[in-house]
């Protein structure tokens, strides 16, 4: 099972932080965003990332390399200026990724989920094409975005109580994205939509620590957070 990192986003609301560096390789803990993803993607097994990248994406290549140093093995999925978005990047980089489910981790985010858990979502045998991480509502996005029904994803506007957002986290099968072409520019959640609507999107909720790191705000208290729990 492989994972993806997504790195290609421009971090508009981090400038100017983000002008001369890109957004995952911003510094929080004493480490750069995507390294604390592949530390924790190594500690549970993996051993395969793909990282797609567009904004001073040469920057990542040069920083992290072919992942030796964390032990894995990294190929880049490099695209034009402006990105292809969510579900444009996954289908553009789905060569790199093979043929069973795979592990997609956005690159602007932290959290403590243990990434060993997706290749038990993985192995599940049913009709399932996508599953989601959910996490309660943080201040800047309260209405959330889906909501539960045991593990069935229900779209939360103006349908359901209790709402949560979808943290940046999920487990996909390659098929999910058959409709997307290569090169595309396209968001993540129409095809999520669909899924929802034909019964094959699950989702699962993480009570642990997780932070969208959208801001400079947020990136300097998780910062000060990471440092004085290291």
Known sequence: MKAMILAAGRGER?????DSTPKPLLMAGGKA????HLQGLARAGWREVVINHAHLGEQ???????????GLRIAYSPEPVGALETAGGIATALPL????????VNGDIWCDWDFAQARRIAS?????RAHLLLVDNPAHHPGGDFCLDGEDLRTAVGTCDGA??????GVFWP??????AAGVKM???????????AGTVTGQRHEGRWVDVGTSERLAELDLELAQNR
């Open 124 to 128: 599940a045998v049913d009709q399932r």
């Open 33 to 36: 965003l995507i390294v604390w």
């Open 187 to 197: 968001k993540l959640r129409p095809l999520l939509d669909a899924g929802i609507a």
């Open 97 to 104: 990724l093979g043929e069973e489910a795979f592990l997609v």
């Open 164 to 169: 949560l957002t979808y943290a940046g986290i």
């Open 14 to 18: 981090l400038r100017p932080l983000t």
């Open 175 to 180: 098929d999910f994205f058959a409709s997307v």
């Open 60 to 70: 990542i290549e040069a920083a992290l390399g072919d992942g030796s140093d964390f």
